[in-house]
C-alpha cells in the first residue's frame, strides 16, 4: 500500500515556475515507478511526466518537454516535478500516481495539487 500527498502547487504568472514534491509513505515505495498527471477543467486526465523506480528512465508528454523535470529521492520518499517556463495551457490540478512499473497501470493515486498559470 502506498500514500502519495502532494504540494508545491499555487498561482504563478506566465514564464515563472514551480516545484511540485509528492511524498509517498509506505516501505515499497523505492519498488514503484512514479508518474506526475493533470486534469485541467472539463478536460480528461492526462499524463505529464514519468520516472522508473531507480530513476534511470524518465518520459515526457510532447508540450512539457525541455520545460519539465521529473526526479526522486528514494531515501526520502518524494518524487518532484520542477516547472519552468510556464504557460497558461499548463493550468490544472496535478496528481502523482504510483505503479509496480512503466507498463502498468497506476495503482494509487494522490489527491491532487492546483497550478494556476495566468497570462
Known amino acids: 500500500q502506498v500514500q502519495l500527498v502532494e504540494s508545491g502547487g499555487g498561482l504563478v504568472q506566465a514564464g515563472g515556475s514551480l516545484r511540485l514534491s509528492c511524498a509517498a509513505s509506505?516501505?515499497?515505495?523505492?519498488?514503484?515507478?512514479m508518474g506526475w498527471f493533470r486534469q485541467a477543467p472539463g478536460k480528461e486526465r492526462e499524463f505529464v511526466a514519468a520516472?522508473?523506480?531507480?530513476?534511470?528512465?524518465?518520459s515526457y508528454r510532447d508540450s512539457v518537454k525541455g520545460r519539465f523535470t521529473i526526479s526522486r529521492d528514494n531515501a526520502k520518499n518524494t518524487v518532484h516535478l520542477q516547472m519552468n517556463s510556464l504557460k497558461p495551457e499548463d493550468t490544472a490540478v496535478y496528481y502523482c500516481?504510483?505503479?509496480?512499473?512503466?507498463?502498468?497501470?497506476?495503482?494509487?493515486w494522490g489527491q491532487g495539487t492546483q497550478v494556476t498559470v495566468s497570462s
Open positions: 520516472i522508473s523506480w531507480s530513476g534511470m528512465t524518465t
Open positions: 509506505g516501505r515499497t515505495f523505492s519498488r514503484y515507478a
Open positions: 500516481a504510483a505503479a509496480p512499473n512503466l507498463s502498468h497501470p497506476y495503482d494509487y
